[in-house]
């Protein structure tokens, strides 16, 4: 079975401060994969990262950075100098290798960053 | 383009309309997914097209109908639905639904249809 877990139900930084998303996730495949969605209100899942389990380097886009921890199955997100803009539900998932085609979401971290 | 796109953005019903929820995309994206997400919650999967065939059905009740005209397009027909399935309706596309070293599996999602069933 697949789980993944964000402790952090609800988050609010002021503007230009830096914050973490934490994702912790479990599973008993060797290869899988790790995505961040971003929800705005508006409604669309935005697509921000995928990181493949057999690739522990972090990456770092703009703002955007991710820590991939595999001894602790920790896949974090941090938002560095913040912008209004940021307000969102953010969603960690995952999804398995082979042979399953589900994607498992966390229950979601809402953002809201106070101008 | 890396668009999937969804009509009606909106759309209300009642118990005994029939009505269709559509969703394209042009990224030559082989699966394609429909979810449902109630408020505060994460999106629940129902629905799995890959190749245009149905590989997976959450055990979602038979007032919902899913259908894949061709890999462009993936509509869902609702019949008489109850308030509960008042929702917003996702559709996304992946390149495929299988993994491998090559394979990207990302899924891209569409704005959704906000659903209200009176």
């Known amino acids: 079975a697949q789980k993944v877990t964000q402790a952090q139900t609800e988050i609010s930084v002021v503007e230009k401060e830096d914050v973490t998303l934490d994702c912790v996730y479990e599973?008993?495949?060797?290869?899988?994969?790790l995505f961040w969605y971003k929800q705005p209100p508006s409604g669309e899942l935005v697509f921000l990262i995928r990181r493949n389990s057999f690739d522990e380097q972090n990456e770092i886009s703009g703002r955007y950075s991710w820590n991939f921890q595999k001894s602790t199955s920790s896949f974090n997100f941090t938002i560095t100098a913040s912008q209004v803009v940021d307000s969102a539900v953010y969603f960690c998932?995952?999804?398995?290798?082979?042979?399953?085609?589900?994607?498992?979401f966390g229950t979601g971290t809402r953002l809201t960053i106070i101008p | 383009d890396t668009e999937v796109t969804q009509t009606p953005k909106h759309l209300v019903m009642g118990m005994t309309n029939k009505k269709s929820l559509k969703c394209e995309q042009h990224?030559?994206?082989?699966?394609m997914y429909w979810y449902k997400q109630k408020a505060k919650k994460p999106p629940e999967l129902m629905f799995v097209y890959s190749y245009e065939k149905l590989s997976i059905n959450e055990s979602v009740p038979s007032r919902f109908s899913p259908e894949c005209p061709n890999s462009s397009l993936l509509n869902l027909h609702l019949h008489a639905l109850q308030p509960e399935d008042s929702a917003l309706y996702l559709c996304?596309?992946?390149?495929?639904?299988?993994?491998?070293?090559?394979?990207?599996?990302?899924?891209?999602f569409g704005p959704g249809t906000r659903l209200t069933v009176l």
């Open positions: 599973t008993r495949d060797t290869t899988y994969y």
């Open positions: 996304a596309s992946s390149r495929s639904t299988s993994g491998g070293s090559r394979s990207y599996n990302e899924q891209f």
């Open positions: 998932a995952l999804k398995a290798n082979f042979g399953n085609e589900k994607l498992t």
């Open positions: 990224m030559g994206h082989r699966a």
